[in-house]
């Protein structure tokens, strides 16, 4: 079946990038029936969609507006993995960060979550 | 934005109770809706899609109902595991958005 493991750090300082990988196991970051997502969650922010990846004849990533100007997700065939990166980052992106496969757009595998604190 | 507003926020109820949640979308999502069950310091497992199909493995007293705007969540009978809080999400459109939650205890 679907896993899904993430990795990165959980400290961050302010103004850094956030930088968080999630290899998957079971599937293909090609699979074009599937899209690759990175969620957020906090007390102040609840869940938040921060965007995907996915493959349909080529790449493609959409982003929520939140976020926009300063995210990227990318995949990575070569390790069939797939990645988070976020600039410019405030306490207020201090979160659990989890990676999500979905299907349908509804999230069915999940990473077992990641607490990013921005902290100096 | 769609904006999802869940409701109550929390509520308390008796084993064997019929508990009922309700999500509201700022516009129509036809039945692009689903929720989930987070369990204190777990991941959000999915229960409900397309408003009414139940996923895999999730025990028949979980229902969903609603179109277009307005949508339920219904525990026909609480059991102490259902314990959680539950949260909508649409999928009608990118971005998708999630409800504020609601957290579920037992009396």
């Known amino acids: 079946q679907v896993q899904l493991q993430q990795s990165g750090p959980g400290l961050v300082k302010p103004s850094q990038t956030l930088s968080l990988t999630c290899v998957i196991s079971g599937d293909s970051v090609s699979n074009s029936s599937a899209a690759w997502n990175w969620i957020r969650q906090s007390p102040s922010r609840g869940l938040e969609w921060l965007g995907r990846t996915y493959y349909r004849s080529k790449w493609y990533s959409d982003y929520g507006v939140s976020v926009k100007s300063r995210i990227a997700i990318d995949p990575d065939t070569s390790k069939n993995q797939f990645s988070l990166q976020l600039t410019s980052v405030t306490p207020e992106d201090t979160a659990v960060y989890y990676c999500?496969?979905?299907?349908?757009?509804?999230?069915?595998?999940w990473g077992q979550g990641t607490l990013v604190t921005v902290s100096s | 934005d769609i904006q999802m507003t869940q409701s109550p926020s929390s509520l308390s109820a008796s084993v064997g109770d019929r508990v009922t949640i309700t999500c509201r979308a700022s516009q129509g999502i036809s039945n692009y809706l689903a929720w989930y069950q987070q369990k204190p310091g777990k991941v959000p497992n999915l229960l409900i899609y397309?408003?009414?199909a139940l996923q895999s493995g999730v025990p028949s007293r979980f229902s969903g109902s609603g179109s277009g705007t307005d949508f339920t969540l219904t525990i026909s009978s609480l059991q102490p595991e259902d314990v959680a809080t539950y949260y909508c999400q649409q999928y009608n459109s990118a971005p998708f958005t999630f409800g504020g939650g609601t957290k579920l205890e037992i009396k």
């Open positions: 999500a496969r979905d299907r349908g757009r509804v999230f069915v595998h």
């Open positions: 397309a408003a009414s």
